[in-house]
Protein backbone atom coordinates (compact mmCIF):
# COMPACT_ATOMS: atom_id res chain seq x y z
CA UNK A 1 0.00 0.00 0.00
CA UNK A 2 1.28 3.40 -1.22
CA UNK A 3 1.15 6.08 1.47
CA UNK A 4 0.10 9.72 0.53
CA UNK A 5 2.93 11.47 -0.85
CA UNK A 6 4.02 14.54 1.79
CA UNK A 7 3.26 18.11 0.80
CA UNK A 8 5.86 20.63 0.38
CA UNK A 9 5.57 23.33 3.27
CA UNK A 10 6.09 26.55 0.64
CA UNK A 11 7.64 29.42 2.09
CA UNK A 12 5.47 32.50 1.79
CA UNK A 13 5.98 34.89 -1.37
CA UNK A 14 8.51 37.56 -0.21
CA UNK A 15 6.40 40.60 -1.07
CA UNK A 16 4.65 38.92 2.58
CA UNK A 17 7.16 38.20 4.33
CA UNK A 18 8.12 42.08 3.49
CA UNK A 19 5.21 43.68 4.65
CA UNK A 20 4.75 42.03 7.94
CA UNK A 21 5.52 45.18 9.71
CA UNK A 22 4.50 48.55 8.39
CA UNK A 23 7.37 50.51 6.45
CA UNK A 24 7.32 52.60 9.95
CA UNK A 25 6.43 51.52 13.54
CA UNK A 26 7.14 53.78 16.55
CA UNK A 27 7.21 51.57 19.68
CA UNK A 28 6.07 51.63 23.10
CA UNK A 29 9.57 52.88 24.64
CA UNK A 30 10.31 56.70 25.55
CA UNK A 31 13.47 57.96 26.67
CA UNK A 32 14.27 61.27 28.36
CA UNK A 33 15.82 63.48 25.45
CA UNK A 34 17.04 65.77 28.13
CA UNK A 35 19.24 63.32 29.60
CA UNK A 36 20.41 62.28 26.24
CA UNK A 37 21.23 66.28 25.08
CA UNK A 38 23.30 66.45 28.14
CA UNK A 39 25.89 63.56 27.30
CA UNK A 40 25.59 64.88 23.68
CA UNK A 41 26.69 68.19 24.88
CA UNK A 42 29.95 66.89 26.16
CA UNK A 43 30.44 64.37 23.22
CA UNK A 44 30.56 68.00 20.33
CA UNK A 45 33.81 68.38 20.82
CA UNK A 46 35.04 64.63 20.39
CA UNK A 47 36.36 64.00 16.43
CA UNK A 48 32.94 62.57 14.58
CA UNK A 49 33.73 60.02 11.95
CA UNK A 50 32.40 60.97 8.31
CA UNK A 51 30.20 58.62 7.20
CA UNK A 52 32.31 56.28 4.59
CA UNK A 53 29.95 56.13 2.05
CA UNK A 54 30.10 59.45 0.52
CA UNK A 55 28.30 59.27 -2.42
CA UNK A 56 25.06 58.98 -0.49
CA UNK A 57 24.87 62.37 1.23
CA UNK A 58 25.92 65.49 0.74
CA UNK A 59 27.18 68.15 3.63
CA UNK A 60 28.62 66.44 6.27
CA UNK A 61 27.04 63.22 7.78
CA UNK A 62 28.50 61.37 10.57
CA UNK A 63 29.33 59.17 13.62
CA UNK A 64 30.08 58.34 17.46
CA UNK A 65 30.27 54.50 17.47
CA UNK A 66 28.83 52.74 20.64
CA UNK A 67 28.44 49.16 20.21
CA UNK A 68 31.27 48.02 17.59
CA UNK A 69 32.39 44.78 16.25
CA UNK A 70 34.36 42.54 18.79
CA UNK A 71 37.78 42.53 17.64
CA UNK A 72 38.05 46.26 16.65
CA UNK A 73 38.22 47.98 20.09
CA UNK A 74 41.99 49.25 19.47
CA UNK A 75 41.24 49.44 15.97
CA UNK A 76 40.88 52.72 13.86
CA UNK A 77 37.12 54.43 14.34
CA UNK A 78 36.09 53.68 10.84
CA UNK A 79 36.31 49.94 11.62
CA UNK A 80 33.87 50.38 14.35
CA UNK A 81 31.34 52.21 12.78
CA UNK A 82 30.65 49.46 9.85
CA UNK A 83 30.25 46.04 9.83
CA UNK A 84 31.39 43.40 7.43
CA UNK A 85 28.78 41.10 6.19
CA UNK A 86 28.25 37.65 8.52
CA UNK A 87 29.38 39.62 11.57
CA UNK A 88 27.54 38.59 14.81
CA UNK A 89 29.64 39.66 17.46
CA UNK A 90 29.18 43.12 19.06
CA UNK A 91 30.84 45.10 22.26
CA UNK A 92 30.40 48.43 24.08
CA UNK A 93 32.67 50.97 22.88
CA UNK A 94 34.80 51.81 25.80
CA UNK A 95 33.36 55.63 25.48
CA UNK A 96 30.00 54.17 26.39
CA UNK A 97 31.10 53.60 30.24
CA UNK A 98 31.29 57.26 30.33
CA UNK A 99 27.70 57.72 29.15
CA UNK A 100 25.30 56.66 31.52
CA UNK A 101 22.38 57.84 29.93
CA UNK A 102 22.75 56.46 26.48
CA UNK A 103 23.54 53.14 28.21
CA UNK A 104 20.41 52.91 30.15
CA UNK A 105 18.65 53.23 26.74
CA UNK A 106 20.64 50.76 25.05
CA UNK A 107 19.97 48.10 28.33
CA UNK A 108 15.93 49.28 28.53
CA UNK A 109 15.47 48.53 24.85
CA UNK A 110 15.07 45.09 26.17
CA UNK A 111 15.84 42.94 22.73
CA UNK A 112 19.59 41.40 21.85
CA UNK A 113 21.50 44.39 19.63
CA UNK A 114 24.43 44.34 17.24
CA UNK A 115 25.76 47.55 16.15
CA UNK A 116 24.88 51.31 17.86
CA UNK A 117 25.78 54.83 17.01
CA UNK A 118 25.14 57.87 16.92
CA UNK A 119 24.83 59.65 13.88
CA UNK A 120 24.53 63.41 13.16
CA UNK A 121 23.51 64.92 10.03
CA UNK A 122 24.38 68.75 9.99
CA UNK A 123 22.57 72.12 8.70
CA UNK A 124 22.18 71.92 5.06
CA UNK A 125 23.27 68.21 4.85
CA UNK A 126 21.26 66.23 2.74
CA UNK A 127 21.50 62.46 2.40
CA UNK A 128 20.43 61.01 -1.17
CA UNK A 129 17.57 58.80 -1.82
CA UNK A 130 18.93 55.44 -1.15
CA UNK A 131 17.94 51.67 0.26
CA UNK A 132 19.61 49.30 2.64
CA UNK A 133 18.71 45.71 1.64
CA UNK A 134 19.85 43.90 4.53
CA UNK A 135 17.20 46.11 6.89
CA UNK A 136 13.98 44.55 5.88
CA UNK A 137 12.74 44.10 9.14
CA UNK A 138 13.27 40.22 8.77
CA UNK A 139 16.59 39.31 9.68
CA UNK A 140 17.64 42.98 10.77
CA UNK A 141 16.04 45.62 11.61
CA UNK A 142 17.11 49.37 12.31
CA UNK A 143 15.45 51.64 15.37
CA UNK A 144 16.04 54.98 15.52
CA UNK A 145 15.80 57.10 18.97
CA UNK A 146 16.02 61.26 18.24
CA UNK A 147 18.28 62.73 20.98
CA UNK A 148 18.23 66.40 18.76
CA UNK A 149 16.01 67.09 16.08
CA UNK A 150 14.13 70.50 14.33
CA UNK A 151 11.28 71.51 12.61
CA UNK A 152 13.43 71.77 9.26
CA UNK A 153 14.72 68.06 9.13
CA UNK A 154 12.56 65.47 6.74
CA UNK A 155 12.96 62.06 6.50
CA UNK A 156 11.05 60.67 3.77
CA UNK A 157 10.36 56.58 3.78
CA UNK A 158 8.51 55.30 0.18
CA UNK A 159 7.57 58.72 -0.66
CA UNK A 160 5.68 60.11 3.07
CA UNK A 161 7.98 62.30 5.64
CA UNK A 162 8.49 60.16 9.47
CA UNK A 163 8.04 62.96 12.10
CA UNK A 164 10.24 61.38 15.12
CA UNK A 165 10.06 63.64 18.01
CA UNK A 166 13.15 63.78 20.50
CA UNK A 167 12.75 60.77 23.00
CA UNK A 168 10.34 58.36 20.77
CA UNK A 169 12.11 55.02 19.45
CA UNK A 170 11.00 54.17 15.70
CA UNK A 171 11.29 51.24 13.57
CA UNK A 172 11.67 51.90 9.81
CA UNK A 173 12.07 49.62 7.24
CA UNK A 174 15.36 50.89 5.43
CA UNK A 175 15.55 48.27 2.61
CA UNK A 176 12.75 50.71 1.19
CA UNK A 177 13.79 54.00 -0.35
CA UNK A 178 14.80 56.51 2.32
CA UNK A 179 16.44 60.37 2.08
CA UNK A 180 16.98 62.63 5.12
CA UNK A 181 17.58 66.58 4.49
CA UNK A 182 18.40 69.12 7.70
CA UNK A 183 17.13 72.71 6.43
CA UNK A 184 17.33 73.68 11.02
CA UNK A 185 19.86 75.43 12.15
CA UNK A 186 20.84 72.93 14.07
CA UNK A 187 22.44 69.04 13.45
CA UNK A 188 20.14 66.79 14.02
CA UNK A 189 21.38 63.54 15.89
CA UNK A 190 20.02 60.10 16.06
CA UNK A 191 21.03 57.43 18.66
CA UNK A 192 20.73 54.35 15.83
CA UNK A 193 20.45 50.86 16.71
CA UNK A 194 20.78 47.52 14.64
CA UNK A 195 19.38 44.11 16.10
CA UNK A 196 18.27 41.08 14.27
CA UNK A 197 14.75 40.25 14.67
CA UNK A 198 14.80 37.66 17.60
CA UNK A 199 11.66 37.22 20.13
CA UNK A 200 12.30 39.77 22.13
CA UNK A 201 12.26 43.06 19.19
CA UNK A 202 9.26 40.83 17.34
CA UNK A 203 7.03 40.85 20.68
CA UNK A 204 7.79 44.35 21.24
CA UNK A 205 7.09 45.37 17.23
CA UNK A 206 3.35 43.06 17.63
CA UNK A 207 2.78 45.13 21.05
CA UNK A 208 3.41 48.31 19.39
CA UNK A 209 0.69 47.60 15.95
CA UNK A 210 -1.39 46.49 18.67
CA UNK A 211 -1.48 49.16 20.75
CA UNK A 212 -3.26 53.27 19.58
CA UNK A 213 -0.82 55.61 18.72
CA UNK A 214 -1.59 57.47 21.94
CA UNK A 215 -0.37 55.05 24.21
CA UNK A 216 2.79 53.90 23.13
CA UNK A 217 4.73 56.10 25.29
Known amino acids: MTGTPARRRLAPPASLARDEWPDRLR?????DPARLAGELAALEARAWIDHFVSDHYQGRWCAIPL???AGTERQHPILQISSHPGTT???D?????????FQEVLRGLGFPLAAARLMRLDPGAVVKPHSD???DGQGHARI?????????VRFVLNGTPVV??????????????HSLHNDGSEARVHLV??????PELRALMVRAQSLPEHQRS
Open 93 to 101: APLLDRLPA
Open 89 to 91: AYV
Open 67 to 69: RIP
Open 193 to 198: VDAPVG
Open 27 to 31: LPLRF
Open 164 to 177: MRAGECWYLRLSDT
Open 144 to 152: HIPVRTNPG
Open 133 to 135: PDL
